[in-house]
């Protein structure tokens, strides 16, 4: 299990499944005992971890990785990234369990180094059917057959609801207010390159320049270290506040007035859904599976482009959206979570396992 939107959309999908199945969660790092997603998994999942706390490449997780596979009985093993550490476990195990492996991003851009140099055995391992891959989105799909050329099942990512908590964020948003007509954006997301996170910061400021009362939260690990030194001196102008990592991100779109996703590509961000269960109108790029679920002026707004110039332009919109058009948004954002439930989405793999194993 990897961070962020994926171990929340994972930790959703197990408390579903655990309700009429069971079911074990492998995860290879050391879990963090203080990590909010594992706090609130059912009693009755089973959690296993390889306890690896060394980040980069291990040979001896991959062994171990398989082995655990190879001395229980799963109908199904389910993998979420990271096809280096699961080709020996696929290779070795696909005759007696059924493997499942979620492309979470564009099927190209989520090969990193290793993944690159085992393009040619994971493309053989869905083509004979010994790993079968579930996409998240249309555009995730169509990028999966592009590459692969081997069948697919789409299922929407999900999340659970949540309701509101007393957490400091209740009134820590409220009291960045200068006045009335101050609007609060939030984006939550590691610092990386895919993110687009300078151009962000670039854009809010330049329209705070022009006299646009926004205050730009930024909440995620510095995973690029690069990057975040770049975002240093927007910081020190006052109005973009890096808040570092947070657990309360749910809470804080509740009581934002925009979600920032300005990425360069995307698979089908849990952080969307997240906005969308919170009533938290999303501002986007047009990139992969987010133009699938958001319609620009009705539940969201979207960018002409991944530029500077056309993301200020969508941020403008946004900004200038009179209260009626604010709260019209507003309801489409809440309806159109529906689709997304948790419950929704871990029925759609309960029904492609039930598929599988009748096969």
């Not at 074990?24 to 089973?46: A, Q, S």
């Not at 958001?294 to 960018?303: C, K, P, R, T």
Request: one cysteine or more.
């Amino acid at each position: 299990m990897t961070g962020g939107g994926i171990q929340a959309m994972v930790a959703g999908l197990t408390n579903e499944m655990v309700k009429h199945n069971d079911v074990t969660l492998l995860l290879i790092y050391k879990p963090d005992e203080k990590d909010i997603f594992l706090n609130k998994l059912d009693k009755r999942i089973k959690v296993i971890s390889l306890g690896k706390t060394k980040p980069g490449f291990s040979i001896k997780h991959i062994f171990k990785i398989a082995s655990f596979v190879r001395k229980n009985s799963f109908d199904i093993v389910h993998f979420h990234g990271f096809f280096h550490y699961h080709f020996l476990s696929v290779i070795l195990n696909h005759t007696r369990t059924k493997i499942f492996y979620t492309v979470h991003n564009d099927a190209d851009r989520e090969n990193t180094y290793w993944e690159k140099k085992m393009l040619q055995l994971k493309r053989y391992c869905f083509q004979k059917g010994w790993m079968m891959a579930v996409t998240i989105s249309n555009t995730s799909q169509k990028s999966f057959v592009q590459l692969y050329n081997s069948p697919n099942t789409l299922i929407y990512n999900g999340i659970g609801r949540f309701s509101s908590s007393s957490s400091g964020s209740d009134s820590y948003i409220p009291s960045l207010h200068l006045d009335a007509n101050t609007k609060i954006l939030l984006h939550p997301g590691r610092i990386t390159k895919q993110k687009n996170q300078v151009m962000l910061c670039r854009a809010v400021s330049s329209l705070q320049k022009e006299g646009l009362d926004i205050i730009l939260l930024m909440a995620g690990g510095q995973q690029d270290e690069g990057i975040f030194a770049e975002l240093k001196r927007y910081f020190e102008e006052g109005r973009i506040i890096y808040l570092g990592e947070r657990k309360d991100i749910p809470q804080l779109m509740q009581h934002a007035d925009g979600l920032c996703l300005s990425s360069l590509w995307e698979g089908l961000p849990v952080v969307l859904l997240e906005s969308f269960a919170a009533g938290c109108i999303p501002i986007c790029t047009p990139v992969g599976g987010i133009p699938d679920i958001v319609q620009d002026n009705f539940n969201g707004i979207l960018s002409e482009s991944t530029s500077e110039e056309d993301y200020k332009s969508a941020l403008r919109r946004w900004y200038y959206l009179t209260d009626d058009e604010r709260t019209e948004i507003r309801t489409n954002v809440l309806k159109s979570f529906d689709r997304y439930d948790i419950s929704n989405c871990a029925n759609e793999y309960i029904n492609a396992y039930t598929k599988a194993l009748n096969k």
